[in-house]
């Protein structure tokens, strides 16, 4: 039987994956070597360059958006200027560091196998999830009163009025959300989903249960600013929430309970094809 028999391990800490990430920013760069380049260069520390390239590159690897570069260029300097420090002092030259690069390499192609392995041997499609769901009524019903808002916050009654005046003539309450709201949510269009009574603050909570579905509220005051509300959908307690409104839940169900076999299959696959040895306690001992 396989070595490890843990049945409850979790694939994703299998690998220091945060590890491989950040020594690969921390190796991202290019030496500055050619005047002619000097316009595709965004920022420079000592001999290294942040390229055009690479900018675009780590701004997707870190999970930046565009208009977030400019503080990911702050974050790479003060990560190149400790990194080359470090290399000034020889903190790069230990057994400590080799180590750690072979338990990474080691890690990363791990998880590209696994990766790999779950795109071959997992499948679920739409009838099992639609089994799924049918057997496990109880996981998808609504424990308490529940509304799908879309929600904008403004400074000031005015631009909360011409908000309002702009939906009404017929603009997409995203496309006006993203224009005038100042609230967190704005750069989901206002999409709030389903929230409960618990989830807000007492004068949305009143305008926001007390709604139809498609209504659009009146501009309404609280300390924070001036909400305008529509209300997309409503649920009641007890109701089974709609299969589209669990899908991925339930695919992403599915696939972990069968990556834990299929992992655990792999795993017993390997060790009986290469049959690791284990020395006997104490044998070390003696040597």
């Not at 950040?22 to 005047?35: D, E, P």
């Amino acid at each position: 039987m396989p070595i490890e028999n843990n049945r409850h391990v979790k694939i994703k800490y299998l690998y220091k994956f945060n590890l491989v990430a950040c020594l690969f920013i921390l190796l991202m760069g290019t030496a500055c070597t050619n005047r002619s380049e000097e316009a595709d260069v965004v920022a420079r520390v000592g001999k290294i360059c942040l390229t055009r390239q690479d900018l675009s590159k780590q701004l997707v690897w870190e999970g930046f958006t565009p208009e977030q570069k400019n503080q990911y260029i702050e974050r790479w300097i003060n990560r190149e200027v400790l990194f080359q420090e470090a290399q000034r002092l020889g903190l790069e030259n230990s057994e400590e560091l080799a180590l750690e690069l072979e338990l990474v390499k080691k890690n990363f192609l791990i998880k590209k196998l696994l990766e790999r392995t779950f795109l071959e041997k997992i499948l679920v499609d739409e009838e099992m999830v639609n089994s799924y769901y049918n057997k496990h009524e109880d996981l998808f019903k609504i424990q308490e009163d529940q509304v799908h808002l879309l929600h904008i916050l403004t400074a000031t009654r005015e631009d909360a009025n011409l908000a309002r005046q702009a939906i009404q003539a017929g603009k997409a309450f995203n496309e006006v959300a993203k224009e005038y709201s100042t609230g967190i949510f704005k750069v989901k269009g206002g999409d709030m989903g389903f929230i409960s009574k618990n989830d807000v603050i007492p004068e949305v909570r009143r305008i926001a249960f007390g709604t139809r579905i498609g209504g659009l509220s009146r501009v309404l005051k609280s300390d924070y600013g001036y909400h305008l509300l529509q209300v997309v959908d409503k649920w009641k307690k007890d109701d089974l929430k709609p299969l589209e409104s669990v899908h991925e839940e339930i695919v992403a169900r599915l696939k972990a309970s069968k990556e834990r076999q299929v992992y655990f299959d792999l795993l017993y696959q390997l060790q009986n094809k290469n049959q690791p040895y284990v020395a006997s306690p104490g044998a070390s001992d003696s040597l």
